[in-house]
Nanobody, 115 residues
């Protein structure tokens, strides 16, 4: 089994920056993809960004150029640096790990962008 624990959410003003992180533990294989999803109130969960164990990244169009995903394979940790935040970025952010044995989710961390 895999456990994912997110941290770093909070309240930030529009235009500000925030970083969230996710530490994975348990049965983690060398080849995997870690990612971030988010779910705003009343909306479906949507994919934000992902990064493979080789370092290849992809971003949703809505965050491209503003968010940066990175990872530390030695620590099994993935990060999401969020800049130029907008009110529409407000959501619960969930960490995700996908490997051949299946998909795992974190419990989520709240990010609120408001003045």
């Amino acid at each position: 089994q895999v456990q994912l624990v997110e941290s770093g959410g909070g309240l930030v003003q529009p235009g500000g920056s925030l970083s969230v992180s996710c530490a994975a533990s348990g049965s983690i294989y060398s080849f995997n993809t870690m990612g971030w999803y988010r779910q705003a109130p009343g909306k479906q969960r949507e994919w934000v960004a992902s990064i493979t164990s080789a370092g290849s990244t992809n971003y949703a169009d809505s965050v491209k150029g503003r968010f940066t995903i990175s990872r530390d394979n030695a620590k099994n940790t993935v990060y999401l640096q969020m800049n130029s935040l907008k009110p529409e970025d407000t959501a619960v952010y969930y960490c995700n790990l996908l490997q051949f044995s299946g998909m795992s989710w974190g419990q989520g961390t709240q990010v609120t962008v408001s003045s």
